[in-house]
């Protein structure tokens, strides 16, 4: 089955400088790669995702970029600002109903 | 758009007994919804597939009859924890995506719920 592996597991930045989290999957017949923020408690929020037929996506200060052959994903957030600091999940989305198979997280933090 | 609404957002039990927690799409149908389990500062994890007036689908290490799942209808899940022990403690969430959009689309979350078992 999908495997999805993340890294890293904790980054600390200052803020406006930018943080970069990867990820890798090991289906290559997933198609569709989002980005979820969840801060403590709450649910987890869609922020940016990608489809296969697609290398780069960007949305403001945030953005995704994905290697098939590779099979890796990773996404990009620019001037970084305390309201960014989250613990933030990639995902791979596994077969045709769409399992979302989730890596194990990156906190972020951004300290003022 | 695109709300799910999950009920309780927090629930104490003693062991032995039983909690069923809601899972609703509010603005559009889900053929489809799915629960996943998360443990503090963990991933999500994927526990099963849940399918509209059909079998949900478990996945491989989770007990089909400790944690019930009921499809009714196409804006309803429910998931019952059943003879509740501490180990079961944790925050499930469900999440679903609107039926007429395909596998390569979001997945809309609900809150959560808390469950904690004394």
């Known amino acids: 089955g999908e495997n999805v592996e993340q890294h890293p597991s904790t980054l600390s930045v200052q803020e406006g400088d930018s943080a970069v989290i990867k990820c890798t999957y090991s289906?290559?017949?997933?198609?569709?790669f989002p980005w979820y923020k969840q801060e403590l408690g709450k649910r987890p929020q869609l922020i940016i995702d990608?489809?296969?037929?697609?290398g780069e996506k960007k949305d403001q200060r945030i953005a995704v970029t994905l290697n098939k052959t590779a099979k890796h994903f990773s996404l990009h957030i620019t001037e970084t600002q305390p309201e960014d600091s989250a613990v933030y999940f990639c995902?791979?989305?596994?077969?045709?109903?769409?399992?979302?198979?989730f890596g194990k997280g990156t906190k972020l933090s951004v300290k003022p | 758009g695109a709300v799910v609404s999950q009920h309780p957002s927090r629930v104490i039990c003693k062991s032995g007994t039983s909690v069923k927690i809601e899972c609703r799409s509010l603005?559009?149908?889900?053929?489809?919804m799915f629960w996943y389990r998360q443990f503090p500062k963990q991933s999500l994890m994927l526990m099963a597939t849940s399918n509209e007036g059909s079998k949900a689908t478990y996945e491989q290490g989770v007990e089909k009859d400790k944690f019930l799942i009921n499809h009714a209808s196409l804006t309803l899940s429910t998931l019952t924890v059943t003879s509740a022990h501490p180990e079961d403690s944790s925050f499930y969430i469900c999440?679903?995506?609107?039926?007429?959009?395909?596998?390569?689309?979001?997945?809309?979350f609900g809150n959560g719920t808390r469950l904690t078992v004394t």
């Open positions: 289906d290559s017949a997933s198609n569709y």
């Open positions: 603005d559009f149908q889900a053929t489809t």
């Open positions: 990608i489809r296969s037929n697609v």
């Open positions: 995902a791979a989305s596994r077969g045709s109903q769409g399992n979302l198979i």
């Open positions: 999440s679903a995506r609107p039926s007429a959009q395909g596998g390569n689309s979001p997945l809309h």
